[in-house]
T-cell receptor, first 115, second 109 residues
Framework: EPEVTQTPSHQVTQMGQEVILRCVPI?????FYWYRQILGQKVEFLVS????????KSEIFDDQFSVERPDGSNFTLKIRSTKLEDSAMYFC?????????????FGAGSRLTVL | ELKVEQNPLFLSMQEGKNYTIYCNYS?????LYWYRQDPGKSLESLFV?????AVKQEGRLMASLDTKARLSTLHITAAVHDLSATYFC?????????FGEGTQLTVNP
């Protein structure tokens, strides 16, 4: 079964450092998302991406965050200067199109720990 | 503001019992998802409900959607321990999919 692949699975970083989380979407999927889940809390929407641009972003997705799809395969989330409160599990999710029962498929997640 | 409210947030039940989880949402979306998450794991799709009155069943789980009431339910029949997990509903609005807070289900032997 096709999978959404995320790397790294776990990253530990110092506060103020830049972090890049990577996602390889399922090949025929067109819509890409990043979500985060702080331990024990709800899953929060960060950003959606379609046709090489951001479709929508949440209040959490401030200037410290950016997304891109640099090579047509990887979909990346960059956090420019990490804060302690950025510690969370980050999930990438992708889906095919806008109609029908297109299921949102999640990757296994990247756990980010900011010290 | 998009709001998706689930209740209960915590549910402890005995094996063999039935129970229903409720999901109230705020938009006029006609598409609603249910996902399952095991501790420390990713999110697994359970159901996609596409229209008013939609009902889907898989094993001991059955989901339904009432778009007029903006309510979806996830019914558990004759619960077994393997169903212990956190269950999320998601609603769609534009290109944003918003999660409910999740219902943490524990099924006790």
């Amino acid at each position: 079964e096709p999978e959404v692949t995320q790397t790294p699975s776990h990253q530990v970083t110092q506060m103020g450092q830049e972090v890049i989380l990577r996602c390889v979407p399922i090949s025929n999927h067109l819509y890409f998302y990043w979500y985060r889940q702080i331990l024990g809390q709800k899953v929060e929407f960060l950003v959606s991406f379609y046709n090489n641009e951001i479709s929508e972003k949440s209040e959490i997705f401030d200037d410290q965050f950016s997304v891109e799809r640099p090579d047509g395969s990887n979909f990346t989330l960059k956090i420019r200067s990490t804060k302690l409160e950025d510690s969370a599990m980050y999930f990438c999710a992708t889906r095919t199109g806008d109609s029908g029962a297109n299921v949102l498929t999640f990757g296994a997640g990247s756990r980010l720990t900011v010290l | 503001e998009l709001k998706v409210e689930q209740n209960p947030l915590f549910l402890s039940m005995q094996e063999g019992k039935n129970y229903t989880i409720y999901c109230n949402y705020s938009t006029t979306s006609d598409r609603l998802y249910w996902y399952r998450q095991d501790p420390g794991k990713s999110l697994e799709s359970l159901f996609v409900l596409l229209s008013n009155g939609a009902v889907k069943q898989e094993g001991r789980l059955m989901a339904s959607l009432d778009t007029k009431a903006r309510l979806s339910t996830l019914h558990i029949t004759a619960a077994v321990h393997d169903l212990s997990a956190t269950y999320f509903c998601l609603e769609t609005s534009g290109s944003r999919l918003t999660f409910g807070e999740g219902t943490q289900l524990t099924v006790n032997p």
